[in-house]
């Protein structure tokens, strides 16, 4: 993420306030925005954890790093984060396993597992770069899901390991872009910080449950191994179609993943009738999407035939992650 672009957004929103005052509350609302997304899509991940081929320990917490920020508000974000270390923990999911041990935010992260961290700020890259944060991630990711692991932190100059019993679930990430975009890369899913501002938690939920759905498909390898087409062709021909089935598949798979999780699985259909209109794109509305109405139509048929289910429910879809597309 950008956490430079958020800043400067931010700032421009509060640009009459003392700078000390809102330096702080800018970083302030970004770490809102990164928990909140957290908290949703930690929820879906672990919920469908059945779903899911490829799985990771969920632990409750969001990493970042001081290289994310760009030199020039690296000494504002040390002075609101704190940054006991390079890396460290900007978030704690309340309830979750990290902070039933005693994790709490702003806590410095030194090592995960048997993983050794960069521990001195002459460590840090000189330009905004995302690469420690990935590492990190990347390592708790390869972890077993359900046994216990390891992390060594700093916490007012005190160093301890903390043993945590993770919560299985599927392997994504999820971060808060600068983009006004929702989409998923295979890996992470990303959401726009403009659908964190006009979205309430159950219609957020609702985009990334579509996107994490394209993560559980294996959307990005299949349709890569098939040849697709991005940017302007991605419309036409095969990849057109190809890219459509996607989306269709996304959107109904997310219907289950919003049920196991605890949601109303109607909430996707209802969104498409409510505030799915505003990304809707009318008349420039790309051709791999179908109309909101037909897909409100489609998405609310989904959940009617899953009413009363016992959860979780496993669809057959699933099956086609491991199915080229064609």
């Given amino acids: 993420m950008s956490k430079l672009l958020l800043f400067v957004a931010a700032v421009g929103l509060m640009a009459s306030a003392p700078r000390e005052v809102s330096d702080r509350a800018v970083f302030e609302l970004l770490r809102r925005d990164d928990l909140r997304l957290a908290q949703i899509g930690e929820r879906l991940a672990i919920a469908n954890a059945p779903l899911c081929r490829r799985k990771q320990p969920w632990i409750g917490v969001v990493i970042h790093s001081l290289e994310q920020y760009q030199p020039s508000v690296r000494e504002a974000a040390r002075s609101a984060f704190g940054f006991a270390s390079p890396l460290a923990i900007e978030a704690v999911v309340p309830g979750g396993p990290a902070h039933r041990v005693g994790i709490i935010k702003d806590d410095g992260l030194l090592a995960i597992a048997d993983h050794p961290l960069p521990e001195r700020m002459e460590q840090v890259s000189p330009s905004a770069a995302t690469r420690s944060r990935d590492f990190a991630n990347a390592q708790l990711a390869a972890l077993s899901p359900s046994k216990p692991l390891v992390l060594r932190i700093r916490h007012a100059g005190v160093e301890r390991e903390v043993s945590i019993v993770p919560h299985p679930g599927c392997r994504a990430q999820f971060e808060v872009h600068y983009i006004d975009e929702a989409a998923a890369d295979g890996v992470i899913v990303q959401i726009g910080a403009s659908f964190l501002d006009k979205l309430d938690d159950d219609w957020l939920a609702v985009v990334v449950a579509h996107e994490l759905a ?18 302007l062709l991605a419309e036409f021909g095969k990849s057109g179609r190809l890219h459509a089935q996607a989306e269709q598949e996304a959107d109904q798979l997310s219907v289950y993943l919003l049920a196991n999780a605890g949601y109303d699985p109607m909430l996707a259909a209802r969104f498409w009738r409510g505030p799915g209109r505003q990304f809707d794109g009318g008349l420039l509305r790309s051709r791999i999407y179908p109309d909101r109405k037909e897909r409100a139509r489609v998405l609310e048929a989904e959940a009617a035939a899953i009413a009363g289910s016992a959860l979780p429910v496993v669809p057959s879809l699933v099956a086609l992650a491991d199915q080229p597309m064609r």
Avoid: F, P, Q, T
């Avoid at 394209?214 to 940017?231: N, P």
């Fill in 214 to 231: 394209h993560i559980i498909l294996r959307h990005r390898e299949r349709m890569e191994a098939a040849g697709v087409s991005y940017g």
